[in-house]
C-alpha cells in the first residue's frame, strides 16, 4: 500500500512548491512539494478504506507522507480512546510547525469531547519537547477559546519556555483571545505574568489582525512592553 502512495506523490510533485515549503521548514530535508488540496484527496481515499494499514506501513519517507497521516487521524469514523490511543505515538514524531498545525486543525473530533481532550493534553503542557508543547497550545486556539476561556489564560499565564515554535504558539494563542474577547483579555494582561516574548508577540499578532477594530489596535499599541 504505501508504495502505491509514495508513487502518487511523487506524480503530484510540484519543484516550485517544494523550495516554498522548504524555506518555510528549517532542518526539514524531505518535502516533495505536494500541495495541500492534492494530499487532502488522498487522505480522504486512505481514511475511507485501510487506514490502519497505511498507519502500520507508514515509514514517513516524505514529510507528505506524516502530513497524511496528521490528517487522517482527524477524518477516520472512530471514537476519541481510538484517536488518543493513536495520537500518542504519532506526537512524538512531529518535528516541525506544519504537521503539528495540521494535525491540530484536523482533530474534529475534539470538539464533542472537551472533557476527554482536556485530559489528554495536560501533560503536554509540562513537555520539555518543542513540538509537544506546541501541540498543547494549537489544540487550545483551535478548540478552547470560545468554550474555555478561563482554562486558555491559565495555559497561557503558566508559559515557561523559550523555544521558538512553542512560545510562537502560545503568543498565537494570546493573540486569538484578544480576537475573541478583548476587554477581558486586556484586563488579564495588565494584572497577570504572562512570558515577556509571548506577551510581547501576541499583542503584535493580534494587531496585525483585521478582525479587531483600529481603536482597539491603537489600545495595544500604547502597551508598555
Not at 515549503?21 to 480522504?44: C, D, H, Q, T, Y
Not at 495540521?102 to 482536556?118: D, F, G, H, V, W
Not at 515557561?160 to 494570546?174: G, H, S, T
Request: hydrophobic content about 40%; aromatic content about 14%; charged content about 30%.
Amino acid at each position: 500500500m504505501i508504495e502505491e502512495i509514495k508513487k502518487e506523490l511523487l506524480k503530484n510533485k510540484d519543484e516550485k512548491y517544494q523550495k516554498f515549503s522548504s524555506s518555510l521548514l528549517p532542518n526539514i530535508e524531505n518535502v516533495l512539494g505536494v500541495r495541500f488540496p492534492i494530499l487532502k484527496k488522498i487522505a480522504k481515499k486512505i481514511a475511507k478504506n485501510d487506514y490502519e494499514l497505511f498507519f502500520s506501513e507508514n515509514d514517513d519517507e516524505f514529510l507528505e507522507l506524516t502530513l497524511l497521516e496528521a490528517m487522517i487521524i482527524g477524518m477516520i469514523k472512530a471514537d476519541f480512546n481510538y484517536i488518543k490511543n493513536h495520537l500518542e505515538k504519532f506526537i512524538k514524531k512531529i518535528n516541525c510547525w506544519s504537521v503539528c498545525d495540521t494535525l491540530c486543525s484536523n482533530l474534529k473530533i475534539i470538539k464533542e469531547n472537551k472533557k476527554a481532550a482536556k485530559d489528554f493534553i495536560e501533560n503536554y503542557f509540562k513537555s520539555k519537547k518543542e513540538y509537544e508543547l506546541r501541540f498543547s497550545y494549537v489544540i487550545l486556539l483551535n478548540y478552547f477559546i470560545e468554550s474555555d476561556f478561563d482554562y486558555v489564560i491559565e495555559k497561557i499565564e503558566l508559559f515557561n519556555d523559550d523555544q521558538y515554535y512553542a512560545k510562537m504558539a502560545a503568543a498565537w494563542c494570546l493573540s486569538y483571545c484578544f480576537m475573541y474577547d478583548f476587554n477581558r483579555t486586556l484586563e488579564i494582561i495588565k494584572n497577570k505574568k504572562i512570558h515577556p516574548w509571548v506577551l510581547k508577540k501576541g499583542i503584535l499578532k493580534a494587531r496585525e489582525s483585521y478582525k479587531l477594530i483600529n481603536e482597539q489596535k491603537e489600545i495595544l499599541k500604547t502597551l508598555a512592553i
